[in-house]
């Protein structure tokens, strides 16, 4: 079975991961050894995706670990000041309509 070379790129990353079907794998290598194109793309991807090491994955996960916790108590913060901001609102108008039914009540 001979892969045209646009389905053959949309591959090429599940080839370099390993997460091919051993059908796709033979595939895809027999068509790398026959088209000159592919095999320059496939060489170029990976280049381009180089796996981190293990320490560079752990680390890069770390951080953006570390990111993620610390947008997520930035949101919870500005939740809480929303939430705060409302309440004193309400409770400030609550406070007013109060007064000013009080001080109709005196009037009439």
């Not at 080839?15 to 170029?44: F, I, W």
Request: charged content about 25%; some cysteine; glycine content about 6%.
């Amino acid at each position: 079975m001979n892969l045209p070379c646009e389905i053959v790129m949309d591959l090429v990353a599940l080839y370099q991961d390993g997460l091919a079907s051993p059908m796709t794998k033979n595939n895809v290598a027999a068509h790398l050894r026959t088209c000159a194109e592919c095999r320059r793309y496939y060489k170029q991807y990976r280049r381009f995706s180089r796996r981190p090491s293990y320490g560079e994955q752990m680390a890069s996960d770390n951080i953006a670990e570390q990111e993620f916790c610390r947008l997520a108590e930035k949101m919870r913060h500005r939740r809480m000041l929303i939430g705060i901001g409302f309440i004193s609102y309400f409770c400030a108008s609550g406070c007013l309509l109060v007064l000013l039914w009080m001080r109709m009540r005196k009037r009439g």
